[in-house]
């Protein structure tokens, strides 16, 4: 074991702070409550002994750590049960369990379970009949029925009128009839679905009276209640290994003539009558409302992975020690050289301000579904592109952040034990799932060409894109003397112009003789790019809106130390976007130098709190499972102790040295 | 298996190309007779059973993998062998063997003998007395020993000057004493010392007469000759599972009182009397050249990963149909929408420009290695500026190219049968190793602002930094007019500049009192900034410079795609760093949008031609190993056919489920 003494470089750190870790963690936490169940729920999972692991899974074959994860799974649904009879199973818990850091601590690349909890049983409340919740919810609940949701398709993916699965209704049995016509239409990815779910949602193309009708959801049974065999017709497995997500059990369906009952069609927005006459849904909005919040929690997601890969190599650049500075000094802390501030800081800065904007947009969220829920749907399209622009940039924002910081751990970062290639394959694959980025923000940007040709027109737009009125109002942007207020400000300048030139671009192309769908794709690059900028407007707004809305809730110590995370955001992601600002505002090189001696003394500020500003993210050395990040800072201690688990070191002789080297050695003799 | 016939989208695709691929492969391979030794390489290597996998690698466990690949290496050390016999161990055979395509393709995750080759053997020849050369090399040469380079410790990398571990010579026995005599001290990461190697060179700090003399290399037995067991005093072993190079058997090693004979110390460079005189090498100029001569190679590394990536996604792109651009029109091959393009082709035209760019820098380096040896030593620092930085933009662009590749296969290209995660893994390492990046560019930068320095004094100076004497003499840029060579030169003015605002900040500090060690660390992210425009600048020219050549002695045909190619490459370089171009050069919006239209003709003027482009890097089926990029673009047979070997998929019921899931389902009940 570790000795249990903090290293002194990071006692010294935790000195040197001039705020309080605690009264940021409860911030962080989402206010003292939030702060107490966190604690709890750690304790109640964290300090069970069957939820350890002896030896790191990443020595685990794919098929070991399935076995391995389905163990634990079901460890975690059983306590579940027990939470959710004393009635404590509220959202934040599942979000803790299956989506958030407590799960990762747990079983950091993911469980198979956990579809079952978060699509297949929301979606037969979302999308069922009264009826058919009674039916089929309760035993989904008490994990009787284990399920997952089908869509995807080895074929398709975001194009979903693309896909081939399709259910043909039999009046004369009252059945639908499922099939996979093709390979392509194999459905591919749903977690657990390889060998852990016995049921299944199944989107497919539904065919009435001969007749296409559109999407529908059917629950399929696909193995066997008692012997858990996959049941006649349906074709099932594990799709394999991956770069992260590893113990998910993605999993691929083919179906062949599967016949499911009338009523497991799932029936809330349209119907099937017993006679095969198709009810059409009312509207299909509500399907955009559980997208959006997916997104809305995946910007939340990002936050709390970039604050890990933040808190790792920030404690590790406090106690690593390499390259003088003056070449008559000994080694200094990593950290103290200006280059590594400048991986670091702005990781903490957007892990911060990822947070804050998803909390934000959590809030808008609920306000929009009340409005919804009251037939107001104003607010949905503009809804919709902010959180489709906000996934792709954090996203990848975050994804890049994870990689800045393992690079900026050097080699050791490279090792699994400091788990950040873990906590990579994680991060990455939010860029791709729930809506590619890509595709997301082409439609942030078909919505805002769109708002912007209402706004030539004269029209006022709603709050989020109302900038565009006031760009097109004031052509020039004259003040911009480098204050916060005025960084934001002319980040949302910028991004009306590239709107602008993304409009422009489309009916330029169009006079030219291009439908407008081939006018907008081959104005592609240019459409990103504005909601691109969009996004990032909407987010220098909302850190300096969020940030000083809560340094004025908290003590003037970290009200200061919020104010230098703000300035660090801001100027940092001005200069990443420092072609754009060149390009639609009068500022010369001059300023430029300044924002860049700006950047520089805001990382000086920060230096002195760092170690404690990620230790208030408050993350669980279980959560951070990294031999560098660890409280205590013993990272050679941990790195060496992780090798004494190596399978492989458990001989000094490998056999393949019998087997294989020594013949090859001594071949010649 | 997968049909034999090629998907009929790649073969229109074939059909469409204006150039003869097989023209291409050539001048790829370097010439007619490369072409042919690269053949016939392959066929010796890639037809022989032996060296082929049944089962997918990420199926194997750690100790299963590294037992795999030590038995393929020993095939491969077998058949070097039988090419040294013949003389046909060259070393571009060695290069193709062990660091790369072909040693990939059949050791994809790092061969633990190739220290041994590329590490052991050369450190002897470099460093060995001719009377060391010949008791240690054909020893080395026959694997009768087997070696690795033991120099980075768990708490010192790249500051050599830190490293712990040493030798005191006991002139008493006419043995050195090794030690390492902490924890931090421990060797870490060299390839193969885990369970493979029983030599290594150990880099240790050298005492002789209670003196320090500086660092030595010693050659050190590490386990017994016949058992493979540890010697005394040796502690050994693998330092655990990373995110690539997963098969290279990296170990530790701590030395404890390890004593070694005098004639162990290689002394071609300085040397030890039997009494413990030290005789101290004449210069140490020779050790950069060996670094020079490594990080050259890495630079054509980048080139070829990049190329396989780029392989990949452009195949996969042109079998995937998905997101009608018209909505009454069938789902598009994506590589026709424009972002899937722009994502793509600069992928492909670095690739190109990184292997014209490595080919340059290779053939610099034969040069003035031939210089050095007449002891010239005049263009030292400019090569080894310009290798660093390179080294450093090339591996960290290479990198970031992959994972475009891999992000915009979607979903797939998260699957390892994708073969992006290892791709991935195995190109970010060389963002750490042999020089970590920010380092490298630092260690560009102190020469920039150096010979910046000197410009201002009024010298001339050398070739690939002369451009800042233009910039000195005219300081404004006023002939942008959009020509290739306009833009070569822009880059090279932008250059200019940000090393003036490196040199003004370090002086600037200075003044303000701060010794010059400190005045440039506090100006580091502007050193860094500088020595990436300087590597930029110098990859334009080379592009613009190389390309051309090329062009003017291949077929017409070849010529303009290869036009094509260069012009994307720089305009897409210069739109990257727009902000600076904008900073340091007269140009408007309008020149902006101008530029960035022409980056879309650019992409559409490739877009006949990508497939036939990547087709010519003429990568083997078996280096590529990816389902989504094989030759016959039959991707979702090859991925379903993937899902077959998944030993997760040999039983339709995972035995977990009855030891966890079925006990979890009913306990209720």
Same mark, same amino acid.
């Given at each position: 074991?570790p000795?249990?003494?903090? =290293?002194?470089?990071?006692?010294?750190?935790?000195?040197t702070?001039?705020?309080?870790?605690?009264?940021?963690?409860v911030?962080?936490?989402g206010?003292?409550?939030?702060?107490?169940?966190?604690?709890?729920? %750690?304790?109640?999972?964290?300090?069970?002994p069957?939820?350890?692991?002896?030896?790191?899974i990443?020595y685990?074959s794919?098929?070991?750590?399935?076995?391995?994860?389905?163990?634990?799974?079901?460890i975690?649904?059983?306590?579940?049960?027990k939470l959710r009879?004393?009635g404590?199973?509220?959202?934040?818990?599942y979000? #803790?369990?299956?989506?958030?850091?407590?799960?990762?601590?747990?079983?950091?690349?993911g =469980?198979?379970?956990?579809?079952h909890?978060?699509m297949?049983?929301?979606?037969i409340?979302?999308?069922?009949?009264?009826?058919?919740?009674?039916e089929w919810?309760?035993?989904?609940?008490?994990?009787e029925?284990?399920?997952?949701?089908a869509?995807?398709?080895?074929?398709?993916?975001?194009?979903?009128?693309?896909?081939?699965?399709?259910?043909?209704?039999?009046a004369?049995?009252?059945?639908?009839v499922?099939n996979t016509?093709?390979?392509s239409?194999y459905?591919?990815?749903?977690?657990?679905?390889?060998?852990?779910?016995?049921?299944?949602?199944v989107?497919a193309?539904l065919?009435?009276?001969?007749?296409?009708?559109?999407?529908?959801p059917?629950?399929?049974?696909?193995?066997?209640?008692d012997?858990? $065999?996959?049941?006649?017709g349906?074709?099932?497995?594990?799709i394999?290994?991956?770069?992260?997500?590893?113990?998910?059990?993605?999993?691929?369906?083919?179906?062949?003539?599967?016949?499911?009952p009338?009523?497991?069609?799932?029936?809330?927005?349209q119907?099937?009558?017993?006679d095969?006459?198709y009810?059409?849904?009312?509207?299909?909005?509500?399907?955009?409302?559980?997208?959006m919040?997916?997104?809305?929690?995946?910007?939340?997601?990002?936050?709390? *992975?970039?604050?890990?890969?933040?808190?790792?190599?920030?404690?590790?650049?406090?106690?690593r020690?390499?390259?003088?500075?003056?070449?008559?000094q000994p080694?200094?802390?990593?950290?103290?050289h /200006?280059?590594?501030q400048?991986?670091?800081?702005?990781?903490?800065?957007? *892990?911060?301000?990822?947070?804050?904007?998803?909390?934000?947009?959590?809030?808008?969220?609920?306000?929009?579904?009340? &409005?919804?829920?009251q037939? =107001? @749907?104003?607010r949905?399209?503009?809804?919709?592109a902010?959180s489709c622009c906000l996934?792709?940039?954090?996203s990848?924002d975050?994804?890049?952040?994870?990689?800045?910081?393992?690079?900026?751990?050097?080699g050791?970062?490279?090792?699994d034990?400091?788990?950040?290639p873990?906590?990579?394959?994680?991060?990455?694959?939010v860029?791709?799932?729930?809506?590619?980025?890509t595709v997301m923000?082409?439609?942030?940007?078909r919505?805002?060409?769109?708002?912007?040709?209402?706004?030539?027109?004269?029209e006022?737009?709603?709050p989020?894109?109302?900038?565009?009125?006031?760009?097109?109002k004031?052509?020039?942007f004259?003040?911009?003397?480098g204050?916060?207020e005025?960084?934001?400000?002319?980040?949302?300048?910028? #991004?009306?112009?590239?709107?602008?030139?993304?409009?422009e671009q489309?009916?330029?192309?169009?006079?030219?003789?291009?439908?407008?769908?081939?006018?907008?794709?081959? *104005?592609?690059?240019?459409?990103?790019a504005a909601?691109? @900028?969009?996004g990032?407007?909407?987010?220098? %707004?909302? +850190?300096?809106?969020?940030?000083?809305?809560?340094?004025?809730?908290?003590?003037p110590?970290l #009200?200061?130390?919020?104010?230098?995370?703000? &300035?660090?955001y801001?100027?940092?992601?001005?200069?990443?976007?420092?072609?754009?600002?060149?390009?639609?505002?009068?500022?010369t090189?001059?300023?430029? /130098?300044?924002l860049?001696?700006?950047?520089q003394n805001?990382?000086?500020?920060?230096?002195?709190?760092?170690?404690?500003?990620v230790d208030?993210?408050?993350?669980?050395?279980?959560?951070?499972?990294?031999?560098?990040?660890?409280y205590?800072?013993?990272?050679? &201690?941990?790195?060496? $102790?992780?090798?004494?688990?190596?399978?492989?070191?458990?001989e000094?002789v490998?056999?393949?040295?019998h087997?294989?080297?020594?013949?090859?050695?001594? +071949?010649? @003799?």
């Open positions: 074991m000795s249990q003494e903090v =290293n002194p470089d990071l006692l010294k750190e935790r000195h702070a001039t705020f309080d870790p605690h009264e940021f963690a911030f962080w936490a206010g003292e409550e939030r702060y107490k169940e966190k604690k709890s729920l %750690e304790k109640m999972f964290l300090e069970d069957a939820l350890k692991d002896d030896l790191p990443s685990l794919h098929k070991e750590l399935y076995e391995h994860s389905l163990r634990k799974a079901c975690i649904g059983e306590k579940i049960r009879a004393e404590e199973d509220g959202v934040d818990t979000n #803790a369990l299956l989506g958030g850091s407590l799960g990762a601590a747990i079983l950091k690349e =469980n198979p379970l956990t579809l909890y978060v297949f049983v929301p979606t409340m979302g999308q069922g009949t009264m009826d058919q919740q009674v919810l309760s035993k989904a609940w008490d994990c029925i284990i399920g997952t949701y869509q995807t398709e080895l074929g398709h993916g975001t194009f979903l009128r693309g896909l081939e699965t399709r259910a043909d209704y039999d004369r049995t009252q059945e639908f499922i016509p093709s390979l239409a459905k591919w990815w749903p977690g657990g679905l390889g060998h852990t779910a016995n049921h299944a949602v989107v193309q065919y009435t009276k001969g007749e296409f009708r559109g999407l529908a059917f629950i399929v049974q696909l193995r066997h209640s012997t858990h $065999e996959p049941l006649p349906i074709d099932i497995g594990d394999g290994t991956k770069l992260g997500m590893k113990s998910v059990n993605n999993g691929y369906l083919g179906l062949k003539n599967v016949r499911v009338l009523n497991n069609m799932l029936m809330k927005n119907q099937v009558l017993p095969g006459t009810v059409a849904p009312k509207n299909s909005v509500l399907t955009y409302g559980t997208m919040f997916v997104r809305c929690a995946l910007i939340r997601d990002t936050a709390q *992975s970039l604050a890990k890969a933040s808190t790792i190599a920030t404690r590790y650049s406090a106690v020690r390499q390259s003088p500075i003056d070449p008559n080694e200094p802390q990593i950290m103290d /200006t280059t590594q400048l991986k670091l800081f702005p990781q903490i800065a957007k *892990s911060i301000v990822f947070k804050t904007t998803g909390d934000g947009i959590w809030n808008m969220y609920n306000v929009l579904s009340g &409005e919804i829920e037939g =107001n @749907l104003d949905l399209p503009e809804m919709h902010l996934k792709a940039i954090c990848a975050a994804a890049a952040g994870v990689e800045t910081c393992r690079l900026s751990c050097g050791h970062g490279y090792m034990c400091s788990n950040f873990t906590i990579y394959g994680m991060t990455t694959a860029c791709t799932y729930e809506g590619e980025n923000l082409l439609q942030t940007a919505y805002l060409v769109k708002v912007y040709g209402q706004a030539l027109n004269g006022k737009l709603v989020t894109v109302a900038y565009i009125n006031d760009a097109l004031e052509r020039q004259v003040n911009f003397d204050s916060l005025s960084i934001v400000k002319a980040f949302q300048f910028v #991004a009306a112009n590239k709107i602008r030139i993304a409009y489309i009916e330029q192309r169009r006079r030219q003789g291009h439908s407008t769908e081939m006018a907008a794709n081959l *104005s592609g690059t240019f459409l990103t909601a691109d @900028l969009h990032r407007a909407f987010l220098a %707004e909302s +850190a300096y809106t969020e940030l000083l809305a809560v340094s004025r809730q908290v003590s110590a #009200a200061d130390v919020l104010k230098v995370v703000l &300035e660090l801001l100027v940092d992601a001005c200069l990443n976007r420092i072609g754009d600002f060149l390009r639609f505002i009068d500022i090189d001059k300023d430029v /130098t300044t860049e001696i700006r950047l805001c990382l000086k500020q920060l230096r002195p709190n760092a170690v404690t500003l208030s993210f408050d993350l669980h050395d279980r959560v951070l499972d990294s031999v560098l990040g660890a205590d800072g013993n990272v050679y &201690e941990r790195i060496f $102790e992780s090798t004494k688990k190596n399978p492989l070191n458990k000094p490998n056999e393949a040295f087997k294989y080297l020594k013949p090859f050695m001594k +071949a010649h @003799l």
